[in-house]
C-alpha cells in the first residue's frame, strides 16, 4: 500500500498546512513596517494563546533557550532552588541550575511517577527563591499538578514559579495569572503546528522585578532587551521572520476553532487534546497494554512495552509498515516504552489510524494474537460518548 510519512511524536508534531505555505511564501525584511504589524498581532494573540495579561516574549530558539534564560534571569549564584524531576526534562532543568551555580533542592521521583505535594510543601523553605517543574513531563507522559503546586509556592513569599509548558500549552488548562504562574514556557513545534525554531515565555511581573537584581550572566536571552524592543514591535536580534509568518497562521486557525475566538478556539485545540488522549489510553488498554504514566497527561500516551519485547521493535515496526513515526523512550527508558503524541494538528482520524495501525503492529512483534478493531472501539466507544455530551462540538476547517 501507498504509505504517508506522518508524526505521532511529541515534538516536531504535524505540521499546519496553511502555515506552511505563509512560512514559504514570506519575504519581508524584520526591520520593515510590514514585520513590525506582523510581530506586534503575533505577541498580542499569544497573550490569548496562553491566557495571560502578562507580557509574552518570542524568541528565535529551541524551548531549551528559554528554559535556561529563565534560570540566567531569575537566579544568582549560591541562589537556593527547587527542583522538582520525574524525568529527561526534569533532569534538565536540574542541570540548567546547577550550570548557572545555584544551590539546587531536588524532589526526584521515578519516571512515571509525579509528587504529592506535601513532598513539596515539606521542600520549600523561606530561601527558595524559585520553583521549577514540568507541567507535561514528555518523557514518561505524566501530568504534574501545577495548581496545586502554584497555591504551595503563593503562600512562600517571594518564590517564583517557573513551568516548562512546551507540551502542555494547547493541551492542558492552564490559569496562568490566577494561579500565580510567574514563567511559563512553551515551544512553536508542539501544540502551534509549526516547524521547531520559536520559544516563548510569559512573565509576571514579580519575575520582571527580580531580573534587576540578579546577578547571572546573561546576553542573548537578556529578557529586558526582548522586552524593550517588543514594546517598539521589535525583537532584540534577528527573528526567524519566516516563523513568525507561521505562528501567525497558526493563530489564525486556532481562532477559526473558536469562531473568531482566540480564546475559545485555545479551549477547543486542548478539548481536541484531551479526548484524543482518552481515546488513545482507551485503545491501549483494550489491548492489554499498560500506561507508563500514573498521571497521564493530554498531551502523549506512554505505553510499557509488552513483556520481553523491546519497544525499539516496535518503533520499528510502525516506521517500517506504516511509515509512522512514533517515539521511543529515552535514556534509561529507551526499550521500556514507546509515545504516541496527540497534540496540535491531529484529529479523530489521526487517533483511529494509529490505534488501527498499533493493532498490527503488536501482530508483528508479539507472538500473541490480537484481536483486530478491539483497540479502535474502544476508542470509537470513548469519542461517541464525548460527542453525545457535547453535541455542538466546533470544527476548524483548513
Known amino acids: 500500500m501507498l504509505l504517508k510519512n506522518r508524526l505521532f511524536t511529541p515534538g516536531p508534531t504535524p505540521l499546519l498546512p496553511a502555515a506552511q505555505t505563509a512560512m514559504a ?76 551555580g545555584c544551590n539546587v533542592d531536588l ?11 506535601d513532598e513539596v510543601r515539606a521542600k520549600l523553605t523561606p530561601e527558595t527563591r524559585a520553583v521549577y517543574v514540568q507541567a507535561t513531563e ?12 502554584a497555591k504551595l509556592v503563593r503562600a512562600n513569599a517571594d518564590t517564583l514559579l517557573i513551568v516548562d509548558a512546551i507540551t502542555g500549552l494547547g493541551t492542558t488548562h492552564f490559569d496562568v495569572d490566577g494561579w500565580g504562574i510567574d514563567v511559563i514556557i512553551g515551544g512553536s513545534q508542539k501544540a502551534l503546528m509549526i516547524p521547531p525554531g520559536l520559544a516563548y ?30 514594546a517598539k514591535g521589535e525583537s532584540a536580534f534577528t527573528p526567524a521572520t519566516s516563523l513568525f509568518a507561521a505562528l501567525g497562521a497558526a493563530l489564525d486557525f486556532i481562532r477559526q476553532m473558536g469562531n473568531g475566538d482566540l480564546v475559545m478556539g485555545r479551549k477547543a485545540l486542548i478539548d481536541n487534546a484531551e479526548l484524543a ?8 488498554k483494550a489491548l492489554g497494554l499498560k500506561l507508563y504514566a500514573s498521571s ?10 509488552p513483556a520481553g519485547i523491546d519497544s525499539g521493535k516496535i518503533v520499528k515496526e510502525f516506521r ?77 476547517r483548513n
Open 25 to 100: 511564501a514570506f519575504t519581508a525584511h524584520h526591520r520593515t513596517a510590514d514585520f513590525k504589524v506582523l510581530y506586534t498581532r503575533v505577541l498580542a494573540d499569544m497573550k490569548d494563546f496562553i491566557g495571560t495579561a502578562n507580557d509574552v516574549l518570542v524568541i528565535a530558539s529551541s524551548g531549551t533557550g528559554v528554559m535556561e534564560g529563565s534560570i540566567s534571569n531569575l537566579t544568582s549564584p549560591g541562589d537556593r532552588v527547587l527542583v522538582l524531576t520525574a524525568g529527561k526534562f526534569g533532569e534538565r532543568w536540574r542541570d540548567l541550575a546547577k550550570a548557572y
Open 107 to 117: 524532589i526526584e521521583k521515578p519516571y512515571g511517577e509525579t509528587f504529592t505535594l
Open 138 to 149: 514528555s518523557s514518561t507522559g505524566v501530568r504534574h499538578d501545577v495548581k496545586g503546586i
Open 201 to 230: 515565555c510569559a512573565i509576571s511581573e514579580r519575575a520582571w522585578k527580580r531580573m534587576e537584581t540578579t546577578k547571572n550572566p546573561r546576553y542573548y536571552f537578556d529578557f529586558r532587551k526582548e522586552r524593550k524592543a517588543a
Open 277 to 284: 488522549a482518552e481515546m488513545t489510553r482507551a485503545g491501549v
Open 296 to 305: 497521564p497527561g493530554a498531551a502523549l500516551t506512554a505505553v510499557s512495552a
Open 320 to 396: 517500517e509498515s506504516f511509515s509512522a513515526v512514533v517515539a521511543n523512550g529515552q535514556g534509561d527508558m529507551k526499550g521500556k516504552l514507546f509515545r504516541i503524541a496527540h497534540i496540535g494538528y491531529y484529529d479523530f482520524l489521526d487517533t483511529i489510524g494509529i490505534l488501527a495501525a498499533l493493532e498490527h503492529v503488536l501482530a508483528s512483534v508479539t507472538d500473541k494474537p490480537v484481536e483486530y478493531g478491539v483497540a479502535v472501539r474502544a476508542a470509537q466507544e470513548v469519542y461517541a460518548h464525548a460527542r453525545s455530551a457535547e453535541p455542538t462540538a466546533v470544527a476548524a
